[in-house]
């Protein structure tokens, strides 16, 4: 008899975004001219830069010549790609990072959860709450945790509580933990990390020997200089990070896909025998195995982003994203909520009014305004009572949500 992977029968009924896209048809199915207004998954809805789309236009001219035609490119991307990573995002920070440690890849979702076929059954992991999803998901899958709790917690993982009380950045452990998830700035609070917060993540991992999976999606709407964007900014994280990307934000590729990881020359863990192996070369090797790389017009698309051109024109999608935030801010704040991030960052978290629950303002909001956001809860236990507002929509449809819900609550 053919079995399953049983570790997949513990999750949680329903991933956040297929939960809530759900029950979202749902709603329209029975209300069809409802005019939905969907804030809830962080997908963008401006085009893609100009300079991406020439650039993937022209690659495309590439395929169709013989002489500039490209079947299988390198698994781990291009290097004209992998040097342009390295010197623009890295080495323009002071971050000594070569364009060799770069893995160009389809997305940070799809790097953050195949990073653990590289590590063993046995190590102690840590992720914060609340947190992204797949973050959990995946060490479920793959067999990390027993069973979750009834407050949603998996038997086995160490939860890190993101607090307005801590900022929305975790204290560090109280024992002693192998795997470190962070994601700064922060999916789903909005919150941002000081240099020195993150050297305290830093210090703590290699005091401990442990790797820190730093999930940096969201760089680029750091406008504030005293943030860091890559923990590589800190000294010493070279030989206790990695680092995933993203074009998907920044340069609106979430349905281009283009992404891409770090992962340190000097990085090492242990076999079970003991000894150092190279997690570079475990990554390589697996990438190498599983994956054929990311598409040569895709990958000129992503190289755009660094011309002249591509970097105005990023700057001004940002730009127009944090605006969209600040308006959220600013009227949900008008509205007597309690409000948290979209600063440096796409996304609002919002307190919910005294005793609603996360679903329940979801459910509010959805039926009475017809606006779609993410419950708190959604992303961990200690999320209950918050709600998740995306940037990432028109100015139109932002004014019209925040008009809709400001009626809405008045009642
Ligand atoms: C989110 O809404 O949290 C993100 O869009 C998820 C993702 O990037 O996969």
Redesign the pocket.
């Known amino acids: 008899m053919v079995t399953v992977n049983d570790n997949y029968l513990k999750l949680k009924a329903g991933y956040l ?1 297929p939960e809530i896209a759900r029950r979202v048809k749902a709603f329209a199915e029975m209300n069809p001219d409802a005019p939905i207004i969907k804030l ?4 963008v809805t401006e085009p893609l830069p100009a300079a991406c789309r020439i650039a993937m236009i022209k690659a495309v001219e590439d395929m169709g010549d013989r002489a500039t035609f490209k079947g299988y490119g390198p698994e781990q991307g291009y290097a004209w790609l992998r040097d342009k990573i390295a010197s623009h995002d890295f080495q323009a920070r002071g971050c000594d990072i070569d364009g060799a440690e770069i893995f160009v890849s389809d ?3 799809c790097d953050t959860g195949n990073i653990l076929d590289i590590f063993g059954k046995d190590n102690a992991i840590a992720v914060t709450d609340p947190v ?1 999803p ?1 973050y959990v998901d995946t060490n479920v899958m793959v067999g990390h945790t027993g069973e979750a709790n009834d407050a949603g917690k998996y038997e086995g993982l160490i939860y890190l509580p993101m607090t307005a009380e801590n900022n929305f950045t975790p204290d560090l452990p109280t024992g002693k933990v192998d795997l470190i998830y962070l994601c700064f700035p922060n ?2 609070t909005g919150a941002t990390a000081s240099k020195a917060t993150l050297k305290k993540w830093v210090d703590y991992a290699k005091a401990n020997d442990a790797i820190i999976f730093f999930d940096a ?1 969201y760089e680029a709407f750091i406008t504030d200089p005293e943030f860091p964007h890559s923990i590589y900014e800190i000294e010493g994280a070279k030989d206790c990070a990695i680092e995933f990307r ?1 074009f ?2 920044n340069a609106g590729f ?1 349905g281009t896909r283009c992404a891409f990881t770090v992962v340190p020359k000097s990085l090492k863990a242990k076999s079970s025998d003991g000894s150092d192996v190279e997690l570079h070369q475990l990554w390589n090797r697996r990438q190498s195995t599983k994956f054929n790389g990311v598409s040569y017009i895709i990958q000129r698309g992503a190289e755009a982003v660094y011309s002249t051109e591509g970097q105005a024109q990023i700057k001004g999608l940002i730009g127009f994203y944090l605006e969209n935030a600040a308006i959220v801010r600013e009227k949900l704040m008008a509205m007597g909520l309690k409000v948290y991030g979209g600063v440096n960052a796409p996304y609002v978290w919002v307190q919910t009014p005294s005793g609603v629950t996360s679903w329940d303002f979801f459910d509010k909001l959805l039926k009475e305004a017809n606006v779609v956001g ?1 419950p708190g809860s959604g992303f961990g236990a200690a999320g209950e009572g918050y709600f998740r507002i ?1 940037a990432f929509n028109s100015r139109k449809n932002i004014e019209v949500a925040m008009q809709r819900i400001a009626e809405k609550l008045k009642m």
């Open positions: 975004f809830g998954i962080g997908d997305g940070a979702k992204y797949v999916n789903p999606a993203s998907s934000k979430t993410t995306s």
